[in-house]
């Protein structure tokens, strides 16, 4: 039995990509898919709710290189991080970069996110991360069901500054 009151039915899975297709003895690359609904129960069962699943939006942008170290932007990987509550728990994939600096994160679902290097990524450090003016890195942005986001520019440094010294009593 459920009480009264306002209800948001959410479902999620993680499916195969299409493409690009595993090499053989390769797991395939998962994509999320979701679906929610906002229902009212009012002391009634409640017969054929129906959600229909869909595939997660797409993020895109570009990578720009700042300062005179190199940056490998082959081995940098560019992921949605959540910062806030999302229709449930998704495995987004990271998007690799291309030579260029363009890259397209795909199967994110809506919530708040913050842009940045995807764990385990190397090639560079992700300085700042601005879409719509305002750096994902600080304001997390909100990514919507109606609407892909795209024209991104993350800035990219070969590593963060370090900071020397001793420590005295």
Same mark, same amino acid.
């Given at each position: 039995?459920?009480?009264? !009151?306002q209800y948001s039915l959410e479902a999620h899975a993680d499916v195969p990509m299409a493409e690009p297709?595993?090499?053989? %003895?390769?797991?395939? #690359?998962? &994509?999320?898919?979701?679906?929610?609904?906002?229902?009212?129960?009012?002391?009634?069962?409640?017969?054929?709710? $129906?959600?229909?699943?869909?595939? %997660?939006?797409?993020?895109? %942008?570009?990578?720009?290189?700042?300062?005179?170290?190199?940056?490998?932007?082959?081995?940098?990987?560019? $992921?949605?991080?959540?910062?806030?509550?999302?229709? !449930?728990?998704?495995?987004?994939?990271?998007?690799?970069?291309? &030579?260029?600096?363009?890259? &397209?994160? $795909?199967?994110?679902?809506?919530?708040?996110?913050?842009?940045?290097?995807?764990?385990?990524?190397? %090639?560079?450090?992700?300085?700042?991360?601005?879409?719509? !003016?305002?750096? #994902?890195?600080?304001?997390?942005?909100?990514? $919507?069901?109606?609407?892909?986001?795209?024209?991104?520019?993350?800035?990219?440094?070969?590593?963060?500054?370090?900071? &020397?010294?001793?420590?005295?009593?």
């Open positions: 039995n459920v009480q009264p !009151g297709a595993p090499a053989p %003895g390769q797991r395939p #690359t998962m &994509t999320p898919l979701w679906a929610s609904q906002e229902i009212t129960v009012a002391g009634q069962s409640i017969a054929d709710v $129906t959600l229909s699943m869909a595939h %997660g939006m797409n993020v895109s %942008g570009r990578v720009v290189v700042e300062g005179a170290g190199p940056v490998d932007l082959s081995r940098l990987r560019v $992921t949605a991080l959540p910062a806030g509550p999302t229709y !449930g728990e998704f495995n987004i994939p990271a998007a690799r970069v291309a &030579t260029d600096g363009r890259f &397209t994160i $795909t199967g994110v679902v809506p919530g708040r996110y913050r842009i940045g290097s995807a764990p385990g990524s190397a %090639g560079g450090v992700i300085k700042s991360s601005v879409f719509a !003016g305002a750096d #994902t890195l600080d304001f997390p942005i909100e990514v $919507t069901a109606t609407q892909d986001l795209v024209g991104g520019v993350l800035t990219a440094v070969p590593r963060f500054a370090e900071i &020397t010294g001793q420590l005295q009593d």
